[in-house]
């Protein structure tokens, strides 16, 4: 049985409800500090899990995102949900349906993974690496327990990893697959990329935040899939 977590903020809630309001199994996971009119509205559509926030973020409130989507999953793995599509709480998918049926029976998902040497941005995490390889963590979808793999962790120090990075490795080890940020690691290890298929089946995933199409964005963008 599928499922998505909406996951975040819920400013553009009004946006956003009406692409997944007929959609079942769907739940907002955010926090107890958000506008009450903001929970009521969405709370007429499907239900609201309301966390508590952190005392420490992370670096781009890593916490904040690992934290309110695992409130999400294990609400719905209490409803019987099997498999998880995640979503930020910005983001709008076309064709949701057909997305969630090419996605079904896929034990781990990415949109999209860059191609190493694609962008020059330095960061260490374990070793160092000259690029943003890793997959995209916005849209993803796996089983239920490989979500929770990927996202059960809270980070206690303030380092400049990208938060794509820590959700990779936390899944590689809790899963006991080599840690390497790489296409060819990650394809070798049934996990699966479907910027290809958004194209071909004419998906979008509009970014409201910053007004753009995901999948056009990578597919434009030397990301591999």
Same mark, same amino acid.
């Given at each position: %049985?599928?499922?998505?977590?909406?996951?975040?903020?819920?400013?553009?809630?009004?946006?956003?409800? #009406?692409?997944?309001?007929?959609?079942?199994?769907?739940?907002? #996971?955010?926090?107890?500090?958000?506008?009450?009119?903001?929970?009521? @509205?969405?709370?007429?559509? %499907?239900?609201?899990?309301?966390?508590?926030?952190?005392?420490?973020?992370?670096?781009?409130?890593?916490?904040?995102?690992? *934290?309110?989507?695992?409130?999400?999953?294990? !609400? =719905?793995?209490?409803?019987?949900?099997?498999?998880? *599509?995640?979503?930020?709480?910005?983001?709008?998918?076309?064709? =949701? +349906?057909?997305?969630?049926?090419? *996605?079904?029976?896929?034990? %781990? /998902?990415?949109? /999209?993974?860059?191609?190493?040497? /694609?962008?020059?941005? !330095?960061?260490?995490?374990?070793?160092?690496?000259?690029?943003?390889? !890793?997959?995209?963590? =916005?849209?993803?979808?796996? #089983?239920?327990?490989?979500?929770?793999? /990927? @996202? #059960?962790?809270?980070?206690?120090?303030?380092?400049?990893?990208?938060?794509?990075?820590?959700?990779?490795?936390?899944?590689?080890?809790?899963?006991?697959?080599? @840690?390497?940020?790489? !296409?060819?690691? @990650?394809?070798? +290890?049934?996990?699966?990329?479907?910027?290809?298929?958004?194209?071909?089946?004419?998906?979008?995933?509009?970014?409201?935040?910053? +007004?753009?199409? *995901?999948?056009?964005?990578?597919?434009?963008? +030397?990301?591999?899939?």
């Amino acid at each position: %049985m599928q499922g998505i977590v909406i996951q975040g903020p819920t400013n553009l809630c009004k946006e956003v409800v #009406s692409s997944y309001k007929d959609i079942p199994n769907v739940v907002w #996971s955010t926090w107890d500090d958000e506008p009450q009119e903001n929970i009521t @509205f969405i709370s007429q559509f %499907m239900p609201v899990v309301l966390n508590k926030k952190p005392d420490f973020g992370g670096y781009l409130n890593i916490n904040l995102q690992t *934290l309110s989507t695992t409130g999400g999953i294990n !609400y =719905l793995k209490n409803q019987g949900v099997t498999e998880i *599509l995640k979503v930020r709480g910005d983001i709008v998918i076309t064709n =949701l +349906n057909e997305l969630l049926s090419i *996605l079904k029976g896929k034990d %781990m /998902a990415f949109l /999209a993974i860059c191609k190493l040497g /694609a962008r020059k941005i !330095y960061y260490e995490l374990v070793y160092p690496h000259l690029s943003h390889d !890793y997959p995209v963590d =916005l849209v993803l979808y796996g #089983s239920t327990e490989n979500l929770i793999d /990927a @996202f #059960s962790f809270l980070i206690e120090e303030y380092l400049p990893i990208p938060p794509e990075s820590l959700i990779s490795y936390n899944y590689l080890i809790n899963k006991n697959i080599k @840690f390497e940020l790489s !296409y060819d690691n @990650f394809i070798s +290890n049934n996990i699966y990329f479907f910027l290809k298929d958004c194209v071909e089946n004419n998906i979008q995933l509009n970014w409201l935040k910053h +007004n753009c199409d *995901l999948v056009q964005t990578h597919n434009n963008d +030397n990301y591999e899939f």
